[in-house]
Every structure is written in C-alpha cells, then in structure tokens.
C-alpha cells in the first residue's frame, strides 16, 4: 500500500509473457500521435458499436444500470443512450492513449478549462484540495488535465499486470505528482494535509463496508462508501467537484466550486450530498458515464439483488 512513484524500468518487463502487452501498447501509441482527434473519435465510436457485439454481460449490465438510474428514459430513449454509451466506451480507448502518451502542448490544444479560479483560491489560503470526481470514461483525461494546471495526487488500483502497472504509473504521472493507492488511507491524509490537490471517485460500489444506503439517481438505497467525507474532514481541505466532459471540439474541464457546509459529520447526509453533486455531473452527460459496472449490486436487507 505505498504510494506509486514513477516505477523503474527493469529487465523483467521484456519478459516474453508480457509481449502482447508491449504490442497493445505500441500500436495505441502509434494510433494516437498520428492520428488526429476527429480520427481517433470515428474509430473510437465504431470500436464501441463492435464491442457491443462481444461484450454481451457488459451490454446486459448498462442496460439494466439505465433502467434503474433513469427511469423517466423510454426504452427507445434508452436504447440510444446505450449505443452512445458503448460508442463513449470504445472513445475511452483512445482517450486512455492520449492522457498516457500525448506532450503537454498536444493536450492542451483540445483542453478547455472552467473554474480554475476555484483551485488559485483554495492555494491562496494555503488548502488543500479533495477533487470530487467520478468515473466517467473520460476519467483518465480528467486527472491529466487538471495536472496541466496544478500537479496532484491521484488514487488508483495498482494493476496485477506489471507492465500494464508501470504504463499507467508512468502515464499518469505525465503531468502529475503521484499516485496513492485506493487502500493507503494515510496516504491520501497526508497529501491533504501538504496542502496537494487529491483526486477521488467514490461512485463506485464498494460492498458494505464503510458504506452506506442513500439514494443515487432513482435508486433510493444505493450503497455509497463514507471516504469522502472522511478525507474533506482534514484540516484546511476544501473539496471541488471536478470532472471532464467530452465536447464536439474537444474537452471541458469543470472545476466546481467548493462545496459548501461539507462535510457536516453526518454520513448519511454528507453521502447524500457528494451524490447529489455526481449525479448532477453525470446528467450533463448521462452517456459518457460508466454503466458498465454493477452500481446498484449491494443491496439493504431484504432488498433483492438488482442484477
């Protein structure tokens, strides 16, 4: 559970089990420094529409996600919403690449950012900052670019494939400070407590553990883990929503401003509120969000499974 610097490149890595991963990896990057981003958007959403044909439980699991979250949605409405979403999904390929692989000037020609007057106040006062965030499938841009204006600290899950781990350490180190694992909790403290910007996506469903059932979308007992809250209690810690949305000519960064009376020390009420500010996220583009994964699977006593 150490934090995750930028790895060393070592002999192991050239092990033969690895040479398919070195050719992903080689043709992605060949893909997005010669091809432009209209290009990469064309394959990207016609990958998606392919995937859709070979990732059958993935397809079934969006489908039900919509169904649940946006009930008001018709079942053609939801229909289009699934194919765009698989088409976002299939994009996210190439948005990986470029996040990892492209130069800073490259990055920041398809990078519109809003609200960064919310970070040059939080630094001001000597703050640090918990970047509300989200898994939309631009997620790997949103950490990249957010770096392009102030390095941070990002948490992820370190990955069982080793090369697969140096890449993405490597990659989304390019413009940040470092990464921390999703279980070093004292690591997350202390990069607040330096007065860093800390990037968190509590929108996953995590199972009961520090978790909590409060409604998300239309599901009303969603479980939602505490951490947020437990990270904006840090000592001169404001929390800024921050997400990236994808746009016809390129991205918006949105940083939010900082959320007022949060955390109040309530989980229930402090859950509620970091929902309410990701769904509102989310509904600003409901098809470039992660319904992949079973959000809804953990389910209150007495309350079916949902899948």
């Not at 860093?196 to 939602?224: C, I, K, M, N």
């Not at 402090?270 to 992949?292: C, F, G, H, T």
Request: with cysteine; aromatic share 10%; glycine share 6%.
């Amino acid at each position: 559970m150490q934090d995750s610097r930028l790895p060393p490149f070592t002999t192991a890595l050239l092990h033969p089990r690895y040479l398919f991963n070195w050719l992903g990896l080689s043709l992605l990057w060949l893909l997005v420094t010669l091809l432009p981003w209209r290009g990469q958007m064309v394959l990207g959403r016609g990958l998606g529409r392919l995937s859709m044909r070979i990732l059958n439980s993935r397809v079934k699991i969006a489908r039900r996600n919509l169904e649940l979250a946006l009930p008001e949605l018709n079942e053609t409405e939801r229909e289009r919403t699934l194919i765009a979403n698989f088409e976002s999904v299939g994009c996210a390929v190439f948005e990986t690449g470029m996040a990892w692989f492209w130069p800073h000037w490259r990055m920041r020609a398809i990078t519109r950012m809003e609200g960064t007057e919310h970070v040059d106040d939080a630094v001001a006062k000597g703050q640090g900052m918990l970047l509300l965030s989200a898994h939309f499938l631009t997620l790997e841009l949103n950490a990249r670019q957010f770096g392009l204006y102030r390095p941070g600290v990002g948490v992820y899950r370190p990955n069982t494939n080793a090369v697969l781990e140096y890449a993405q350490v490597q990659g989304r180190c390019r413009s940040n400070k470092y990464l921390v694992n999703r279980l070093n909790i004292k690591g997350m403290l202390k990069a607040l407590r330096q007065g860093d910007a800390l990037w968190y996506a509590p929108d996953h469903d995590y199972g009961r553990h520090a978790s909590v059932f409060v409604p998300f979308f239309a599901v009303e007992q969603a479980a939602t883990i505490t951490g947020t809250a437990t990270l904006a209690r840090v000592k001169k810690t404001v929390t800024l929503p921050c997400f990236t949305l994808r746009e016809k000519d390129g991205y918006r960064l949105l940083i939010q401003p900082a959320m007022s009376n949060f955390p109040i020390g309530d989980d229930v009420a402090d859950a509620i509120a970091s929902n309410k500010v990701i769904e509102a996220a989310i509904r600003l583009a409901p098809e470039q969000y992660m319904w992949l994964h079973r959000r809804f699977k953990t389910t209150p006593e007495g309350v079916p499974y949902r899948y």
